[in-house]
């Protein structure tokens, strides 16, 4: 069975600051795909950014990137230049045949 | 495009009684799932289905918890008896065909059994 570990239960930052949160994961299997989700106060859960385990270019998404290292089963999550409306909860996931194993997710707070 | 849309939104209801959770999942998504989110154990997938048939339930906690997808665009995840330590809240979530693609989530169903 996949696990999903989010090491960082709490992080705070400056606005317009970079934030990294990290994300390891355990598997046997090869093909697989990465997810980041954010879920803010508002409870919905929203799809931040995606990454194939087969493509070694690391997914970028506006102000949102990810460091994927296959070898050590990493994949952190890079925000930069940080606003307020990124303050939310942040969800890794690993998905095989469509199943979706979540971390525990790290509580982002984004400081004025 | 509308999204995944659950229903009730806030559900309050006594211990014992039954409960019944709605989703409508994305036109054209054929894979729906159900997912409780606790602060013990995160997000935890509960039960999925493929074209409208049940291929995981493992996550079923117990037999009080029941789910049913009779069409394409509506699914049901139904507690009877329904107990104080059922409150929290309830995820529905479709993809496409294919399996690996992003799930799409609705807003959740925040449960209370008093």
């Known amino acids: 069975a996949q696990t999903v570990t989010q090491s960082q239960p709490e992080m705070s930052v400056q606005e317009a600051e970079t934030v990294t949160l990290s994300c390891t994961y355990d598997?046997?299997?090869?093909?697989?795909?990465l997810f980041w989700y954010k879920q803010p106060p508002s409870r919905q859960m929203i799809l931040v950014i995606r990454?194939?385990?087969?493509?070694?270019q690391n997914a970028t998404e506006n102000r949102f990137s990810v460091n994927f290292q296959k070898a050590a089963k990493s994949f952190s999550l890079k925000i930069s230049d940080s606003q307020l409306g990124d303050t939310a909860m942040y969800f890794c996931?690993?998905?095989?045949?469509?199943?979706?194993?979540f971390g525990t997710g790290t509580r982002l707070t984004i400081i004025p | 495009d509308a999204g995944v849309i659950q229903s009730p939104r806030h559900e309050v209801t006594e211990m014992g009684q039954e409960v019944t959770l709605r989703c409508k999942p994305i036109s054209g998504h054929d894979y729906l799932f159900w997912y409780r989110q606790t602060m013990m154990r995160g997000l935890e997938l509960l039960i999925y289905f493929n074209n409208n048939v049940p291929i995981d339930d493992s996550g079923m906690p117990e037999d009080r918890f029941s789910a049913k997808m009779p069409n394409a665009s509506f699914s049901t995840l139904k507690i009877q008896p329904s107990e104080p330590r059922d409150s929290t809240v309830y995820f529905c979530?479709?993809?496409?065909?294919?399996?690996?693609?992003?799930?799409?989530f609705g807003d959740g169903t925040r449960l209370s059994i008093l």
């Open positions: 598997t046997s299997e090869s093909n697989y795909y």
């Open positions: 990454q194939e385990a087969y493509k070694q």
């Open positions: 996931a690993f998905m095989k045949h469509g199943k979706l194993t």
């Open positions: 979530a479709s993809t496409p065909q294919g399996g690996n693609q992003p799930q799409h």
